[in-house]
């Protein structure tokens, strides 16, 4: 069986990055794509990737990643990984079909999902009014009025965001406090377009091609009331998507990869990159980075530990 010097696991900015580097070095490499593009793939809009003065829409970016890959000769692998044993090396990765394959190396770089609410027309409505990142596709939503569900430092970061843009902003939140920081609180409290909704849940979506308003009802007085928006931000946390590792790897107290040095996990020859190991930035141009730091961190390793 052919052993990979590196395969790649997640075909976001952080992955494909990644293999751009990996494929610069000569390695042997294999990309997972699983979702090509990740969660960045939804992005309507991005306008804060260096190298882009007129944007790029986030399947844009990632065709030109993609392109990048295949010129430096990474094998790109449409497919899922369901399993992994890093117990044996070479390290052993399955893929949806259930095929083995073998790497010296691997790269983690599955990303994270965010957490959504479980109501009807949400898939259906994303990016027709319901996303999850306000820096990503807030300016599309200038002067018009949108809401933001969630309490922590996400959800507020978003709301402050979004009053650059929006004429008003619906900030709903299921329990009775926020559990942001302190100072991000003082600045929703002070911000005159921003209303807030304390133990308040959505309960429903409302509008057919595009999202026209939201119900919501108060959680002690099961009282509802109809809003309309036009935007609904979704800041309720995000999932790792670790699952098929099967607790291999050390993970941190909010579920995220543990890394050191930036990108080394808790078992030599494994790294991680971008979102699934990092919860504070989460951004394009941020997971590229990693997957750039990932990659030489593996290079480096094999270089060291190959006979």
Same mark, same amino acid.
């Not at 922590?152 to 650059?164: P, R």
């Not at 607790?247 to 990108?263: I, M, P, S």
């Given at each position: 069986m052919n052993i990979y010097d590196l395969i790649i696991i997640g075909g976001g900015p952080a992955g494909l990055t990644s293999g751009i580097f990996a494929g610069r070095a000569k390695l042997k490499t294999a990309l997972f794509t699983g979702t090509q593009g990740g969660e960045i793939s939804l992005a309507i809009f991005i306008d804060d990737f260096p190298g882009f003065p007129e944007g790029i829409t986030g399947p844009q970016l990632v065709k030109l990643l993609t392109q990048q890959n295949n010129k430096f000769g990474t094998e790109l692998i449409t497919q899922d990984v369901t399993r992994v044993n890093f117990s044996e090396y070479p390290f052993k990765i399955y893929s949806a079909a259930n095929k083995e394959y073998l790497a010296k190396a691997v790269i983690i %770089? +599955?990303? =994270?999902?965010?957490?959504?609410?479980? /109501?009807?027309?949400?898939?259906?409505?994303?990016?027709?009014?319901?996303?999850? $990142?306000?820096? $990503?596709?807030?300016?599309?939503?200038?002067? #018009?009025?949108? =809401?933001?569900?969630?309490?922590?430092?996400?959800?507020?970061?978003?709301? !402050?965001? !979004? %009053?650059?843009?929006?004429?008003k902003i619906y900030l709903i939140h299921w329990l009775n406090e926020f559990q942001a920081a302190k100072i991000l609180q003082d600045e929703i409290y002070h911000n005159s377009k921003i209303e807030i909704f304390f133990n308040t849940e959505v309960k429903k979506l409302e509008g057919e091609k595009m999202l026209e308003g939201i119900i919501i009802e108060n959680n002690k007085?099961?009282?509802? #009331? %109809? !809003?309309?928006?036009?935007?609904?931000?979704?800041?309720?946390?995000?999932?790792?998507?670790?699952?098929?590792?099967?607790?291999? !790897?050390?993970?941190?107290?909010?579920?995220? /990869?543990?890394?050191?040095?930036?990108?080394?996990? +808790?078992?030599?020859?494994?790294? =991680?990159?971008?979102?699934? $190991?990092?919860?504070?930035?989460?951004?394009?141009?941020?997971a590229s980075g990693f997957g750039a730091m990932a990659a030489l961190e593996a290079i480096k390793w094999l270089r060291e530990n190959q006979n």
């Open positions: %770089s +599955s990303g =994270a999902t965010n957490r959504w609410l479980g /109501l009807e027309k949400e898939q259906e409505l994303l990016g027709h009014g319901v996303s999850s $990142c306000a820096v $990503c596709d807030g300016a599309f939503f200038k002067d #018009k009025v949108v =809401a933001v569900v969630g309490g922590g430092d996400v959800a507020i970061e978003n709301a !402050l965001y !979004l %009053s650059k843009y929006a004429k007085t099961h009282e509802r #009331k %109809s !809003l309309e928006v036009a935007g609904l931000f979704v800041a309720i946390g995000f999932v790792p998507n670790i699952k098929f590792l099967g607790g291999q !790897l050390a993970v941190t107290d909010e579920h995220y /990869l543990k890394t050191t040095d930036n990108v080394k996990t +808790s078992i030599p020859g494994v790294f =991680a990159a971008g979102d699934v $190991c990092d919860f504070k930035y989460r951004q394009a141009i941020t």
